[in-house]
């Protein structure tokens, strides 16, 4: 083996250089890879877990709030499955006076990578999905709609990359490669400490060739415990939504949502506050919500048996003086 000491370099007729640390210090000091590597092995250290998704932010309010819930008239919803990754469903909707009936059937698919999920009504108006996992952390989801209105069919393509303790997401509606109109996001969800994140989505829209808009929303989740949770949002400079859920017990849990509105140029300036409520008993489950506009509404959802569950519901509107009713039926074998 050769010498590489000092004088084995000088028998060589090679110079020892010494390392230079002030050359070295500064060499890190413009390198901003440097800074990556540094910034990247802090984050290893605090071991911070994966925020979410930004549309996701406050699912627990919309699990408590009656807002997906809420349906008026005669519906029932019959699902087969038929294997353990594919199932059918029928739902029939029974239109109140000057609303038609509807019938609608679906089929979803799921696997390990693959979600597809497709479903046609009596109009012949088909919305189709499908989500497929490239990789453990990057999934790629698309969307269709095909209405008997031309104005309402639309197709969405976005990707989202799920990091250790980030969550990215670029998003395309209706892009048109010949003229370049559509709507195109993308956002970005970051935890900070293990009980707060913050993200950001930037919006593009070209609803016309030479119209183009853009608007940036900020959001904050901070979650202190396991049983509260408090979500602030923007959307532009326009809206401004607050919420905040609260586990009280086992079978109960609370939700309140703030939302403020700012348009100047139409002079519009306005404020909307709702709360919520869900109580899960032994074989039944209840949600009420009321908001600043008196109206409240609430829904009664009674497992019978197995597979079978009776759903009533109702919304009274003190300041129109309007009602609606609804009764339901959840069949699945």
């Not at 010498?3 to 060589?12: K, Q, R």
């Not at 070295?24 to 071991?47: G, I, S, T």
């Not at 108006?125 to 497929?132: G, S």
């Not at 956002?187 to 940036?216: D, F, N, R, W």
Request: charged share 20%; glycine share 8%; with cysteine.
């Amino acid at each position: 083996m050769g010498d590489f000491t000092g004088s084995g370099l000088a028998s060589l007729g090679l110079k020892h250089r010494p390392v230079d640390f002030e050359e070295e210090l500064h060499f890190k000091f413009w390198n901003p890879v440097h800074y990556y590597k540094a910034l990247n092995q802090h984050r290893m250290r605090l071991n911070l877990p994966n925020p979410g998704q930004f549309e996701m932010l406050n699912k627990e309010v919309k699990g408590t709030m009656l807002t997906n819930f809420m349906f008026d008239g005669g519906r029932a919803d019959l699902a087969k499955i038929l294997s353990p990754n594919f199932q059918v469903m029928h739902t029939f909707q029974l239109g109140l006076p000057g609303q038609p009936s509807s019938f609608e059937f679906a089929g979803v698919y799921a696997d390990e990578d693959t979600l597809m999920h497709g479903k046609m009504d009596t109009d012949f108006n088909l919305q189709a999905r499908l989500n497929y996992a490239l990789s453990k952390k990057l999934q790629f989801k698309s969307q269709a709609q095909l209405m008997s209105s031309d104005s309402q069919s639309m197709f969405q393509a976005e990707t989202e990359y799920t990091g250790s303790d980030y969550t990215a997401n670029v998003k395309a509606i209706n892009p048109s490669l010949v003229d370049g109109t559509g709507i195109y996001l993308a956002s970005y969800l970051q935890s900070i400490t293990p009980k707060l994140s913050i993200g950001a989505e930037l919006l593009y829209q070209c609803p016309m060739p030479k119209v183009q808009e853009t608007s940036t929303s900020f959001s904050v989740r901070y979650q202190p415990s396991a049983d509260r949770v408090w979500v602030a949002q923007t959307q532009g400079t326009n809206l401004l939504t607050t919420s905040y859920w609260r586990k009280i017990s086992d079978k109960c849990d609370a939700g309140a949502e703030l939302q403020l509105v700012n348009v100047a140029a139409q002079g519009r300036r306005d404020a909307s506050c709702s709360v919520g409520v869900k109580y899960d008993f032994a074989a039944s489950t209840i949600r009420a919500m009321a908001d600043n506009f008196g109206k409240v509404s609430m829904l009664l959802e009674e497992k019978i048996a197995p597979g079978f569950s009776f759903l009533v519901s109702g919304e009274l509107d003190h300041l129109k003086g309007e009602n609606k009713f609804g009764v339901g039926l959840n069949i699945e074998s």
